[in-house]
């Protein structure tokens, strides 16, 4: 997966855990089964995530620094303008690897099934992204809107419920970076 190094054993576990639970849903997230797949003992396990708890924030975080890293190099090959940071968003999220798409959410879904309070960094991640978004240059409805249907499809094609062709799939895309793209016009000052 991306820069993901799977000789790492820390990296091997959240990596066994996120395919388990796109294969089998998060009730089966256990550190047996993580253990068993990771081909590491328990206590190997264990030494890396005392906890499953710990291995849940293991998954998230290591995501996250996925979606950052792939965020900056998409900022470093944009043109400068309003709408840099938005086309950035939705090139990481629905540009890039499906497949690490869908391990984040994967961590994320087995997160919430094991304790909901886990997503706290993460939805704090996702109103500092909207922020930042909107401090350089968009409106916040339209930024708000990219986001929203970026992370929709992105979650309609991790479920695998998602009823667009490759070529609607496109289309959309293109609607989304033009949306991000497009300068606002701005409101004329009253003389």
């Known amino acids: 997966m991306g820069g993901r190094h799977s000789g790492n054993a820390r990296e091997r576990i959240i990596i066994a855990a996120e395919k388990l639970v796109i294969e089998h849903g998060a009730r089966h997230l256990t ?14 396990l264990l030494y890396h995530f005392p906890s499953k708890e710990a291995l849940l924030i293991g998954m998230l975080e290591s995501q996250r620094n996925l979606i950052v890293e792939s965020r900056e190099k998409k900022l470093t090959v944009l043109p400068a303008g309003p709408g840099r940071e938005a ?5 990481t999220f629905l540009d890039e690897d499906r497949g690490k798409n869908i391990m984040l959410t994967a961590a994320i879904i087995a997160s919430a099934a094991h ?8 939805r704090e991640g996702y109103a500092q992204t909207l922020s930042e978004i909107t401090r350089k240059g968009l409106r916040f409805e339209r930024a708000a809107v990219i986001t929203l249907a970026t992370q929709g499809l992105r979650l309609m094609e991790a479920l695998n419920v998602s009823p667009f062709s490759p070529e609607n799939r496109k289309k959309i895309v293109n609607e989304l970076m033009a949306l991000a793209k497009i300068k606002e016009a701005k409101s004329p000052k009253q003389g």
């Open 87 to 91: 086309a950035a968003y939705v090139q």
């Open 31 to 44: 550190l047996e089964s993580v253990a068993e797949r990771a081909k590491i003992s328990r206590g190997g």
């Open 115 to 122: 304790n909901p309070e886990l997503l706290s960094s993460t």
